[in-house]
C-alpha cells in the first residue's frame, strides 16, 4: 500500500475525538508537507472529520484497558498487520497502547522511524502500583524501544526521568521535550471575565477518578454552605464507561444540583465554556502535560491544580494559580476560597496565565517540532 516516491507517516491513536483534540493540527501540517498521512484509531463517530483533511482513516479497535493475554497477544497481531499493510516510513504512537504495541510491531515488521508520543503514564503508574499489569507493560516497552531511529517525546521531566531510571529509554533513543498538545493561541483569547456575581469554577475533563473528581466533589462539599449562591462549578465531560477510573454517571448526577454545581457533558464549543468561567480546576493524580490546564492558560483563567506530575508545569505558584498536594481535599478548598474572596486576584492570576501560554504552549511551535522530528527520522533511512 505504500507509494513510491512518496513519504508516509502513520499515526496510531486510541480513539478519532482524542485525535482530533490532540494531534489532527500536526497531520494536517505534514499532508502540507508533502506526507501521505494515515490515522489508525477506533472510529467513535467522527472519522469524516480527519478524512476531509486529506488524511486517509483506518478504523483501528482495540482495547484500551485490556489485561487478558490471548486478546493482548490479538491485540499485537493487529498492530503487525496494519504496519505490514500501510509499509509507513514513521510510525507516530499516541497514547501508551499504541506506543507499548506499537513500538513492538514497527520492530517486527522493520519500520525505519518511529515516533513514541509518552503523555502520561497513564492509571497504572499513578500511586505506588508495583502490578503484574504495570510490570508487563515495562517489559514490553523496554523491547520496543530497543532498537536504532526511535524518537521518545515526553511532555514533563518526571515521565523522562522515570522511564530512564527504569531501563526503557536507553542509549540508542533520542529524546525530545514538547510540553503538550499546544494550544492555538489565536482560538483561545485572553476576553473579559464574565460578571463576577457568581464565580464559576470549570472542570473541564473526561470524568475519571484519577482527574480527582473524588477531590473535588468533597471540597465543593467543604464551601457549600458558605458559598452556595456565589459560586457554580461546572463540570464538562463525560463520563467515560469503558475507562476503568471511569466515574458513574449517576455519581455525576447525584452531585449536581443544577445551580451549585452543573455537570454539562461534552461541550463541542469547549472555547465558549472557559470564556464563560473564572477558575479552571484539575486535582488530578498525575498527567503528562494537561490539556486542560494548557487552555485555561491560553483563556486567561486563574489556575488551581495538584502538585502532581505534569500538572505542576502549568502553575508557577502564587503568579497565575495555587498547586496543592495529590488527594488534599481541604487545601483544595481553601485554594479555591482565597480566589473566591479575591476577584481582583483571578485576574491577575489570568494574565500570567496567558503571558506563560505565549511563551510556553503556542501550538505554532508544537507542530513545528514534530514535523522536524518527522523529516530528522526520513533523514536517517538506509
Known amino acids: 500500500m505504500n507509494k513510491s516516491n512518496n513519504k508516509a507517516l502513520l499515526m496510531v491513536a486510541n480513539v ?22 494515515y490515522v489508525a484509531a477506533e472510529d467513535t463517530g467522527r472519522s469524516e472529520e480527519i478524512n476531509a483533511n486529506g488524511i486517509q482513516f483506518i478504523d483501528f479497535k482495540f482495547s484500551r484497558s485490556g489485561t487478558n493475554p490471548l486478546k493482548e497477544l490479538n491485540t499485537l497481531r493487529l498492530f503487525k498487520k496494519l504496519y505490514k499493510k500501510i509499509q509507513p516510513d514513521v510510525v507516530h504512537h499516541i497514547t501508551l497502547k499504541p506506543v507499548i504495541y506499537g513500538s513492538l510491531a514497527a520492530k517486527y ?20 502500583r508495583q502490578s503484574t499489569v504495570q510490570k508487563a507493560m515495562l517489559f514490553l516497552m523496554k523491547k520496543g524501544f530497543d532498537r536504532e531511529n526511535l524518537t521518545v517525546i515526553f511532555q514533563n521531566q518526571d515521565d523522562q526521568n522515570e522511564l530512564t531510571a ?16 499546544g494550544v492555538d493561541l489565536e482560538k483561545f483569547k485572553n476576553n473579559e471575565f464574565p460578571s463576577f456575581d457568581r464565580i464559576k469554577i470549570l472542570l473541564p475533563i473526561r470524568m475519571l477518578w484519577d482527574k ?10 467543604l464551601l457549600k454552605d458558605k458559598y452556595f449562591d456565589k459560586v457554580q462549578f461546572i463540570l464538562a465531560g463525560l463520563a467515560d464507561v469503558e475507562n476503568k477510573a471511569g466515574v458513574p454517571s449517576s455519581y455525576l448526577k447525584e452531585w449536581e444540583d443544577g445551580e451549585y454545581v452543573k455537570w454539562i457533558g461534552y461541550q463541542k464549543d469547549i472555547v465558549k465554556v472557559y470564556n ?7 486535582p488530578s493524580y498525575r498527567e503528562g502535560m494537561p490539556k486542560t490546564l494548557i487552555e485555561g492558560c491560553a483563556a486567561g483563567k486563574a489556575i488551581v ?13 502564587g503568579v497565575n494559580g495555587y498547586k496543592v498536594p495529590v488527594y488534599a481535599v481541604k487545601e483544595l478548598a481553601e485554594a479555591l476560597e482565597k480566589l473566591i474572596l479575591n476577584p481582583d486576584l483571578i485576574i491577575k ?6 503571558k506563560k501560554a505565549e511563551l510556553e504552549f503556542d501550538v505554532k511551535n508544537v507542530i513545528s517540532q514534530h514535523i522536524n522530528i518527522y523529516e530528522d527520522l526520513i533523514s536517517k533511512r538506509v
Open 349 to 354: 492570576m489570568g494574565e500570567m496565565s496567558r
Open 109 to 128: 515488521v522493520n519500520v525505519k522511524g518511529v515516533v513514541n508520543a509518552v503523555s502520561g503514564l497513564g492509571y497504572n503508574f499513578t500511586g505506588d
Open 276 to 282: 464563560d468561567s473564572h477558575i479552571v480546576v484539575l
Open 166 to 181: 527504569l531501563g526503557v529509554v536507553n542509549e540508542k533513543n533520542k529524546i525530545v521535550r514538547i510540553k503538550g498538545s
Open 16 to 37: 478519532d475525538w482524542f485525535f482530533i483534540s490532540h494531534r489532527l493540527c500536526i497531520a494536517q501540517e505534514a499532508v502540507k508537507q508533502g506526507w501521505t498521512v
Open 305 to 317: 491544580t495538584t502538585d502532581a506530575i505534569g500538572c505542576r508545569e502549568c502553575v508557577e505558584e
Open 212 to 221: 480527582g473528581v473524588k477531590e473535588l466533589k468533597e471540597a465543593s462539599d
